[in-house]
């Protein structure tokens, strides 16, 4: 006898020691877990919403794992992290800009942002420099170097993802979650 099944007898037992019926919630407990045993003790895959196949972030998990690792051998010749990569995307966007706004952009914080901007500094791709109204303000430039970057970058990465499948409806839905998920 399976567990569920012995469970169902158990209470069936205790509500005729009280002399009576199952209550209704018990009575439809039972049922439940007698279904449940006959599927062999769980719910149908699709309906689990403990299944793997069933989780949304799993799945963008293993596709953002999967481009990275696309990328990473364009990038390596690039002498960029994909986390780099970002940076210098949002540079190559908006040159100038202070460390908090490319953090915003790249929700990132500047626990992460800090060393690898610094990184990119010894690199020569960018300079840092604080601002002369308020010292707490860091400014991010591009330097001669992470301009002429680009060219090569946009090239490499061109070929790239001319390799892989458009998806532009799924890269738009993304982008609508980004404020939902940080609050912006």
Known sequence: MSRAAS??????????SCGGKMSRAASQT???????????GRKKMSDDI???????TFALYACSKGLIQKYSPVLERLGLT??????????????????????????LDSGTLTPLLKKMERQGLI?????????RVVYISLTEAGRRLRDRAERMISALKSSLP?????AEALKKLLPYLYGV
């Not at 039972?30 to 062999?40: H, I, L």
């Not at 540079?91 to 952009?105: F, P, Q, Y």
């Not at 458009?166 to 799924?170: G, R």
Request: charged residues 30%.
């Open 50 to 56: 403990l299944n793997l196949d069933n989780e949304m």
């Open 127 to 135: 300079v840092r420099e604080r601002s002369g109204e308020d010292e």
């Open 7 to 16: 469970q169902t007898a158990a209470k069936k037992r205790r509500a005729a």
């Open 82 to 107: 994909y986390t780099s990569y970002l940076a210098m995307l949002a540079l190559w966007e908006h040159d100038r800009v202070s460390i908090s706004e490319l953090g915003k952009k790249l929700y």
């Open 166 to 170: 458009e998806n532009n409806t799924l």
């Open 30 to 40: 039972a049922a439940k877990q007698r279904r449940a045993a006959s599927c062999g």
